[in-house]
């Protein structure tokens, strides 16, 4: 049986949850938001502090608004770094009003496995767009399909070419579902 995928996004339609906004260093610097989604480690001074946007329930998955950075509680965190431990960096937070232990999660796994004909509909950037660095790169992807034979043994991924993405194997989804992690929400790629 082939293994499945999933993409893991936030799910927006809890009630009452909250609304973080973009990591910020305390110190002064201004943080590079997307650093997150560039499928690399990163290194980070001191602890960053995320913002809450929007007081509310707290939820153990959360997306910051540009750049797409997870946020995850210590729970959720623990539990990705011991089935996941060489995809994921976790990078330490302060939230707003919280006392438990919160984490950026930086995927560190980069994996070229997006199927194109499988996938609804696939657009690259051309020459003629004007913009030369891109030319050749994914500029939309909907409805996402990757080749799950291209995947390995990565578990928490990025997909190559469209960055935002944030895909997890079954085992993962189904862990994060028994552990009641709130504020996830996954569709199959």
Not at 10 to 33: A, I, M, Q, T
Not at 96 to 117: A, H, M, P, S
Request: hydrophobic letters at 35%; charged letters at 30%; glycine letters at 8%.
């Amino acid at each position: 049986m082939p293994k499945r995928y999933f993409d893991l996004f936030e799910d927006l339609h809890v009630p009452g949850r909250w609304s973080l906004d973009d990591p910020v260093d305390p110190r002064g610097p201004e943080v590079d938001v997307w650093q997150f989604e560039r499928g690399s480690r990163i290194d980070v001074e001191g602890r960053l502090r995320v913002p809450v946007d929007r007081p509310g329930k707290s939820l153990d998955f959360s997306m910051t608004p540009v750049g797409g950075a997870p946020v995850v509680h210590a729970r959720v965190a623990s539990l990705l770094a011991s089935m996941a431990p060489t995809d994921v960096q976790l990078v330490p937070v302060e939230i707003e009003g919280q006392t438990e232990e919160f984490f950026i999660l930086n995927v560190t796994r980069v994996v070229k496995c997006i199927d194109d004909k499988a996938s609804g509909e696939v657009q690259y950037w051309k020459p003629e767009d004007g913009r030369p660095e891109k030319t050749g790169k994914y500029r939309a992807v909907h409805g996402m399909r990757i080749d799950p034979s291209k995947v390995g043994d990565a578990k928490v991924f990025r997909p190559w070419g469209w960055m935002g993405a944030l895909l997890v194997s079954e085992e993962i989804k189904e862990a994060l579902e028994r552990s009641g992690a709130t504020g996830t929400k996954f569709k199959e790629v």
